[in-house]
């Protein structure tokens, strides 16, 4: 929890390039001091302004006074044995969020959350049994990679990947996640390539035609989970507002960069969307779209009724895509002894 001193103060984490020079315009400073702090905040992940000595004293003196910059606290981790941890982050106002670090060899990848909790109501998901608390802001998002990248003491030079795959729909917080995409990108701030960012939506499809429309984009990750409307309702309510034709259709016309191709999620649910039928009809499905698939075996366990299906029927499954040419990777998620996987952060305290 951010001490109740630190409330009466503005936090500067979060806002963007532009308003920090307007800040630095209303202290009586040239633009180009908002471009310092800018870099000093995102790029050398400075916390401290006593520190900011490009700036001058009088300058850093009322920055102090005025304002601090805070990521949201660590309140509780949990590490798997296969190396990720799941951090529950503490945001200002009591909430929590979940993310997760999950280090390689030679890149590590941070899923973060969107929203505290999440309206879309998925039936296989654990977030969905929070119901949505609310939309997080720029700052927060960001701060959970900034959060875990302080904790585990992870150096500027290493490989990172952001995924916007925790809790929430990212599509439904769009101006905050785009926001935090840009920041993250600028090659002052984090310099991640926006490849290397990926926003990963249920199929909120106004919004993924918007994403399709920005400048600089994350890559997309749809979220398919069925092969037929009935299937994917029973699922994903949210299919009701917008069936495959329409989802299908946008993806279709979502603009691809020269060797980008468009992923699709496919949970896979032991007897309920898990056989050879099903496989055919997701390929038909996603004929005409530089698609590739990954499937993900349910991490059974929890108090949801599905289970994970055997192993030679996921292999059957991508047998049938990989013959119908739908680059297809079977992707076990990590993280399952902490319940971090897919679809299974939910803060269980709040
Ligand atoms: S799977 Fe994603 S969109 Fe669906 S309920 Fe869970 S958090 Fe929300």
Do not use: H, W
């Amino acid at each position: 929890m951010i001490e109740t001193a630190k409330l009466a103060l503005g936090n500067l984490f979060g806002l963007a390039r532009e308003e920090l020079e307007r800040l630095a315009e209303e202290c009586g400073e040239p633009r180009y001091r908002g471009r310092q702090l800018f870099s000093a905040i995102y790029g050398k992940r400075e916390r401290d302004f006593t520190r900011l000595t490009g700036l001058s004293r009088s300058l850093r003196a009322l920055l102090s006074s005025r304002f601090y910059i805070g990521y949201p606290e660590v309140r509780e981790k949990l590490r798997s044995r296969d190396g990720s941890i799941r951090y529950l982050l503490a945001l200002a106002d009591g909430e929590s969020v979940e993310s997760v670090f999950m280090p390689e060899e030679r890149r590590t990848t941070l899923c973060i959350s969107t929203q505290v909790g999440c309206a879309v109501d998925c039936r296989f998901c654990f977030t969905a049994l929070m119901g949505l608390r609310r939309n997080i802001a720029t700052g927060e998002i960001l701060g959970q990679v900034y959060s875990m990248l302080a904790d585990r003491g992870v150096e500027k030079s290493t490989r990172l990947n952001v995924v916007f795959m925790g809790m929430g729909e990212p599509l439904l917080n769009y101006a905050a996640v785009m926001k935090a995409s840009r920041i993250m990108a600028d090659p002052a701030g984090l310099a991640i390539p926006a490849r290397r960012i990926t926003v990963s939506t249920s199929g909120v499809v106004p919004r993924i035609r918007d994403l399709g429309r920005e400048p600089a984009r994350p890559k997309l990750a749809v979220s398919l989970n069925a092969s037929s409307d009935e299937q994917r309702e029973a699922l994903m309510p949210l299919n009701r507002k917008y069936p495959l034709l329409e989802l299908l259709s946008a993806c279709r016309e979502f603009p691809l960069g020269p060797r980008e191709r468009l992923t699709f999620e496919y949970v896979l649910l032991k007897d309920i969307n898990d056989s050879e039928a099903d496989a055919r009809r997701v390929a038909s499905l996603l004929s005409g779209i530089r698609a590739k698939v990954n499937l993900i075996p349910y991490n059974s366990g929890g108090a949801l009724p599905y289970r994970t299906p055997a192993l030679d029927r996921v292999l059957a499954f991508q047998s049938v895509l990989a013959a119908r040419r739908v680059p297809t990777f079977i992707r076990i998620s990590r993280g399952q002894d902490v319940r971090a996987a897919c679809g299974q952060l939910r803060v269980e305290s709040g």
